[in-house]
């Protein structure tokens, strides 16, 4: 269950009885295989508050490495080139997999993201945006897609903040990234996996794109000011 993700990071297990129930198991082995995990550092028992999935399960790039790649200039770019190999293969197979109940997850996320780019809501909006994408992680039914995917989340939704902070502003960018994201949610619920795979490549390039343009006129400007203060 926590591989395939009907488990998440710091869910509540459900009751003892539910789960020796559902695995057709005593509950005394039930106790025995609920230890091995919390040794093994998939579960937290809080004492009388249950038992819990690990909230470190998928965080492989902790925060010493985070700040090497935020104070790297290329790293997001290096990260928006991986995310174009990783973010392909996903929405490939969640047009290819996505059942009813993953579309309506999908949809969910899709509606609340819309609802913060309407009010504006940045941080809400940064997170709605991420899990949009998780959720269509979720819906290719591939374990080890949906654990690489959560393994970067932190990494993702720092790239996704810094991305939009800067390209936000201009005018255009928001509405066509949010263009974007329905383009791809279209392309999966009509399963239609190459067209959902270049959906997902067009959004990142187009992100990509709009970078380098904010970039060559941060230089720009950066070069004007100098020559000011050179007058002056």
Do not use: W
């Amino acid at each position: 269950m926590i591989l395939e993700g009907s488990l998440k990071p710091g869910q509540r297990l459900p009751s003892e009885r539910d789960l020796a129930v559902q695995f057709e198991v005593s509950r005394p082995s039930l106790r025995e295989a609920v230890q091995k995990l919390v040794a093994k550092g998939l579960l937290v028992s809080r004492q009388g508050g249950g038992t819990f999935v690990s909230e470190e399960i998928g965080s492989a790039f902790g925060d010493p490495l985070m700040e090497l790649f935020a104070s790297h200039p290329e790293a997001q770019y290096d990260l928006l080139e991986f995310r174009h190999a990783l973010e392909g293969v996903i929405a490939y197979y969640a047009a290819l997999r996505s059942t009813e109940a993953d579309r309506q997850a999908i949809l969910r996320t899709y509606e609340e993201l819309e609802g913060y780019h309407k009010t504006k809501e940045f941080e809400k909006e940064v997170q709605a945006d991420l899990d949009f994408h998780l959720r269509i992680a979720e819906a290719t039914h591939n374990m080890v897609l949906l654990h690489a995917m959560r393994a970067l989340l932190a990494l993702i939704k720092k790239n996704i903040m810094t991305n939009l902070e800067h390209i936000y502003p201009r005018r255009g960018h928001r509405a066509k990234i949010h263009g974007q994201h329905k383009v791809l949610m279209d392309a999966i619920f009509a399963g239609k996996p190459d067209d959902a795979r270049n959906a997902a490549h067009e959004h990142l390039a187009y992100v990509e794109e709009a970078l380098l343009t904010y970039s060559k006129e941060e230089t720009r400007l950066e070069r004007s000011l100098r020559r000011a203060n050179m007058g002056s």
